[in-house]
């Protein structure tokens, strides 16, 4: 009985990243007896074909001091030993718990191998394997639970490179050479970010280090991220780990839609980068050219990007800026969220340089600081771009209408020549030196000292969104729309 009460307390004790697993697949129960004292214990078991990540979490019965260590092996060969310092793992093709070898999961026979250090003799200490299979890619998170359960606005960075494709920083000796995973973290840490996304081009290797790192960095979310670089355009994949293929214009990926259901059944958000820069031998494919693009599938548009700020002489705004592309997509109807990203390239970078990590900084406001939750809150468009990247500035806006009420990101509906009230939040700022932005054009609307102002709804589909700057005029935040809906 205090073998199965130990048992139970064990269960319940489970983490949160394998309740969000749901039911195991499997179930593989036994006793570690004293006999099996200084031995391994084979536990097989099958493994079906289309399998894509495999997760096994172990208890046992520690009363009697019992101790089993964990290993596995695939029908092939050894795929990892963590001893008793690990009782769940997982691992898919592209990255693995740190102790375990990602790669192929083939079907067949697998072992789970329990070491038994020590069972005392005439023991018995009861075990559990739950073992969980993904049939199809999706979101990973690497962390096992949100590292902030609570609701909020999170800072991060969505665009950055590392050692894995172009990324480099300064070695020992001062020269340049390819700059590992850890040194982005370590930089966005010191920012004193919440979240990024490293979005290496095209691989998915960049995803065995942030598995590693991310127990390390328990106060920073590592999104799983990829910048897939096609010769007529680059766009970001946030959430899945698994392969995309990038190879647009292939017959492997014939057109885009192609390449937005691949990124639409993974369940990742697809986000346009640097959509106005050049395209050519200037700059190959930097610029959003491809033709046929679904926008109703792209869920947001890089508008501020680091590297193009760099160019323009550390300006946001000139021909390189992103957002009258993406007000033209919002004006054809499409709702599609605006971000930043420094395009970091160099971890080592000033603070204070466009394109240091974290500038600009994208700000997310989430129910959770999780991965889930953050792409949750670019989908819903609770987004703003805080450019110089400060710790400290924040902007909102809520609209309301005798209809309803909204919150950025959010749809209101009105009557034709109803005035809707928004209130505008702000903070780090002064109120006069915001924008009123409709439909792309600045409106002469003064905002009250509560950050009050109204609009009128017209007789067609509209959107409001705010913009921030300081006294000499420089554009400091960048909000997303409120979209206006008339009722006829």
Not at 57 to 69: G, H, L, N, S
Not at 210 to 235: K, S
Not at 467 to 478: H, K, P, T, V, Y
Request: with cysteine; proline share 7%.
């Amino acid at each position: 009985m205090v073998r199965w009460l130990a048992l139970i307390f064990l269960l319940l004790a489970t983490p949160a990243g394998a309740a969000e697993a749901g039911k195991p697949d499997l179930v593989l129960t036994g006793q570690v007896l004293g006999a099996d004292h200084q031995t391994y214990k084979p536990v097989t078991f099958d493994v079906p074909d289309g399998v894509t990540r495999l997760t096994v979490e172990v208890d046992y019965a520690r009363d009697q001091k019992t101790v089993v260590d964990l290993g596995l092996l695939d029908p092939v060969r050894f795929r990892g030993w963590s001893g008793g310092n690990k009782k769940r793992f997982t691992i898919s093709a592209e990255e693995a718990t740190p102790s375990y070898l990602p790669g192929p999961l083939p079907a067949g026979r697998w072992t789970l191998l329990l070491g038994v250090p020590n069972a005392r003799p005439g023991s018995s200490a009861a075990y559990e394997a739950r073992i969980t299979f993904e049939r199809r890619p999706g979101v990973t998170s690497f962390a096992p639970a949100p590292l902030k359960a609570a609701p909020g606005w999170y800072r991060g960075d969505l665009h950055m490179h590392t050692a894995h494709s172009d990324g480099s920083c300064l070695a020992q000796s001062g020269a340049r050479a390819p700059c590992p995973v850890y040194r982005t973290a370590q930089a966005a840490q010191a920012r004193g970010l919440d979240f990024i996304a490293i979005t290496d081009h095209n691989t998915t290797s960049h995803y065995e280090a942030m598995a590693e790192l991310q127990p390390a960095f328990d106060q920073l979310l590592l999104i799983p991220g990829r910048e897939v670089t096609t010769f007529q355009g680059h766009a970001n994949v946030f959430g899945p780990t698994a392969f995309i293929d990038f190879r647009l214009g292939d017959p492997a990926v014939p057109t885009i839609k192609a390449l937005q259901d691949a990124v639409a059944a993974a369940g990742g958000v697809f986000s346009i980068n640097h959509p106005s820069s050049p395209s050519g031998e200037q700059c190959m494919g930097c610029g959003w050219t491809v033709p046929n693009t679904d926008y109703d599938q792209v869920q947001s548009i890089e508008v501020a990007n680091g590297g193009s700020q760099r160019a323009q002489g550390g300006r946001a705004e000139g021909p390189l800026f992103g957002v009258p592309f993406w007000e033209a997509q919002l004006n054809a109807g499409h709702r599609i969220t605006a971000v930043g990203g420094s395009d970091n390239h160099d971890a080592g970078l000033p603070p204070e340089t466009p394109g240091a990590i974290g500038r600009p900084t994208t700000v997310v406001h989430a129910e959770e600081l999780s991965t889930a939750g953050i792409l949750a809150g670019v989908r819903a468009g609770r987004v703003f771009i805080d450019l110089d990247g400060t710790k400290d500035r924040l902007l909102d806006l809520s609209a309301k209408s005798k209809s309803g009420q909204a919150v950025m990101g959010g749809v209101l509906t009105a009557r034709p020549g109803e005035a809707v009230a928004f209130t505008a939040s702000l903070a780090g700022g002064d109120l006069s030196g915001l924008e009123v932005i409709r439909d792309g054009v600045k409106l002469a609307v003064a905002v009250g000292p509560t950050g009050g102002f109204t609009v009128k709804m017209g007789g067609k589909a509209s959107w409001v969104r705010l913009n921030l700057r300081d006294a000499q005029g420089r554009l400091l935040l960048i909000g997303n729309p409120i979209y206006l809906r008339p009722i006829h």
